[in-house]
């Protein structure tokens, strides 16, 4: 018996349906979308299967591909430009004033173990031959070119300091080494961890090399050996995307597909423009006879080949047809720009940086990528320093307050009780960045200092150093310039009535936003 209200029932479900439908219509399967969803597995285990070939691919994109070299070295000269992160300490006194001989003994232990080993002195790196800013540009290149980068820390050895860095590439840490302690923790990827908080315990090394360096591809399955050193010794950087990831990936993953598919456009286009740079032609016979060239019949030789300047006689009946090649073609140079803004966009870089093109670009256009890029700069610049500089620099203040010296003294003659002092008053300053237009950037904050907008300590961040080391260079230039009897005069180091009057005032801050709203 059919009831009367099924009908209605009926209708009222399957207008609800409809509305849940199109609630989410990117949920919805379609033949005008191509969707390869994501699996649902946790982001190891994605990276587990993807990493080994993702490394080697953006291995091979960086050293055949202009582009993705490109990529490479314009990180590593935007983040860490020609001097790398610098140390200021800002150690204050009971007072709050900055405890100056403290601070600079500090400052300078800290340069004198950043340097190259010498021969009466090990430097920073176990190898003795990088400086720490080598130190810092090699593990910036391997997280960009390989996701991550493993930085060993040797302690008790090796130098006045006792502590050196050992780096190490990441395909010593086997994606293939996972198990199940006895204790209960976790081997994932090569990194032992707790199993509630995923927090390292230890780093499962892989030290069955070929001894001829040719290759780290051993795995439980085929044999290893693997050397299990504390976590506190490792310092595993890597940016991560998502939860509970405990590896990185190339920072180019995304971008690899286009930067391929670009490479192959432009050799298929390559090749196929040097084919219409010569002269090819078909040679037809419209008779339907043979060619046999002189009149030969038995054996004869087909007109194959012409040298430059040649002229041939062809046989009664026989055409020869030029093939005409349309390569490049006309929409090559927007195809090519195209592709390198979506890569661009992709990696977070500017399309002229990652171009080294700038035909048609405007002050404005050139002046807004610029802005949008440094905030990214900025970022991987902060992101740099907490991952690996201020670490590296924790472990080194440790060690230099604690390893005696040949008298028995600790080498960093500073109490170890102050040690919280110390520690927190290291500031880093990265490299700083001009304006696009100087002469703007230097007249906008001067205007900002004017009304207070800003501070002297906001403009020397911005030039990457800190105010006290500004006036410490003002400072030691007038002192030298009084030395040799030069009259500086032009400010900071001149009176007013020596300095050099600008062309003209700068602009009010009234008329500043003026200018920038025509812009």
Sequence with gaps: MMWPFNKHKSKKQTSHHMTYKRSYVGAESSRLYNWQSASDRSADGEIKNALPTLRRRSRELIQNEPLAKRY????????????GVKLQMKSRNDDNTLDLPANNLV????????????????????????????????????????????????????????????????????????????????IRMGIEMEKRTRRPVAYWINVSENPLYESYAFSPSVGGTYERIPAERIIHVFHSDRMEQSRGVPWMASAMPHIKLLQTYLENEVVASSLASAKVATVTNNTGDEYVGSGVEDSYTPLSSMEAGSIEQLPTGWEMKPLEFSHPTSQFSSMVETVIQHIASGLSVPYSDLSSNMTG???????QEALQSREYFRT?????????????????????????????????????????KWS????W???????????????????????GFISLQDVASDRGTDLESLFAQHQQAKSLAEQYGIDLAFEPYGTPHQSVAPESDPPSAVSKVSVENEE
């Design 107 to 186: 400052e300078e232990m800290w340069s004198t173990w950043c340097r190259r080993s010498g021969p009466q002195y090990s430097g920073c790196d176990v190898s003795g031959r990088l400086t720490f800013l080598e130190v810092q540009r090699q593990v910036l290149d391997a997280v960009v070119r390989d996701g991550e980068a493993l930085v060993y820390i040797h302690e008790g050895r090796g130098n006045p300091h006792g502590i050196q860095l050992e780096l190490m590439t990441s395909d010593r840490l086997d994606v293939d080494k996972n198990e199940v302690l006895q204790n209960g923790n976790l």
């Design 380 to 420: 991987v610049q902060t992101w740099f320093i907490d991952q690996f500089i201020d670490p590296v620099f924790q472990r080194w203040l440790s060690s230099a307050l604690t390893t005696p010296d040949s008298q028995g003294r600790p080498v960093l003659a500073l109490p170890l009780e102050k040690f919280d």
């Design 429 to 451: 300053f990265p490299r700083g960045f001009e304006g696009v237009d100087p002469l703007k950037d230097a007249n906008a904050k001067q205007v900002g200092l004017r009304n």
């Design 424 to 427: 927190g008053g290291a500031s």
């Design 361 to 367: 670009a405007s002050y404005s256009s050139l002046r």
């Design 72 to 83: 490479l070295a314009l990180l590593n000269t935007q983040v860490l430009g020609r001097h």
